[in-house]
């Protein structure tokens, strides 16, 4: 229940608080973020549900076609939990810096996703993928996404530990 008010109130703050401070096409994705942080915290397993949800919100709120932020939100997910498992076992100073990069590189991996599922919706009537190179905001989102991240980071962890939802067992032999 937690992390639906959670994913609900994100959705709220990304589609009609964050547009007013940011450019078109480079809002921040607070939902994104805190289901990469979930998943790097506890895994894709126990997350896909609320990644199905967060996107699903986020169709919703958004008024995009079902589906579209939920097949991005998974396949994101997937790839953060498969390099999670390799890259984020290190000491916690140098897992905050892999994570900022995870999640620089995950932001920038949902927009070229959306940008090319968005696309072939309409057929792609005149839009290549060529133009993705020309699509400006794709850094800048991904750079305002790492920001946020590092804004936000140590509430999340803080509310995520209190909260016991995402609680990892490490046994060491």
């Known amino acids: ?13 990304q589609t009609s608080l964050l547009p007013v401070f940011f450019p078109v096409g480079s809002v921040p994705d607070v939902v994104l973020i805190l289901i990469m942080f979930w998943t790097i915290r506890s895994g894709f397993e126990k997350n ?31 790839l953060v939990a498969w390099i999670g498992k390799r890259f984020l076992t290190s000491q916690l100073m140098w897992r905050f810096f892999l994570m900022l990069i995870v999640i620089f590189f995950g932001g920038l991996i949902n927009s070229i996703i959306t940008f090319v599922l968005w696309n072939a919706r309409a057929g792609f009537g005149g839009v290549s993928f060529g133009s993705l190179s020309l699509y400006p905001n794709l850094f800048w989102k991904s750079l305002f996404d790492a920001v946020l991240f590092m804004l936000v980071y140590w509430s999340l962890d803080r509310w995520d530990r209190r909260s016991g939802q995402n609680r990892r067992i ?3 032999r």
């Open 1 to 13: 229940m937690a992390s639906f008010v959670a994913l609900f109130f994100s959705v709220i703050i």
């Open 48 to 78: 896909l549900a609320r990644t199905v949800m967060g996107g699903f919100l986020l169709d919703i709120f958004s008024f995009w076609p079902a589906g579209i932020n939920i097949f991005s939100f998974v396949t994101v997910s997937f």
């Open 170 to 172: 490490l046994i060491v």
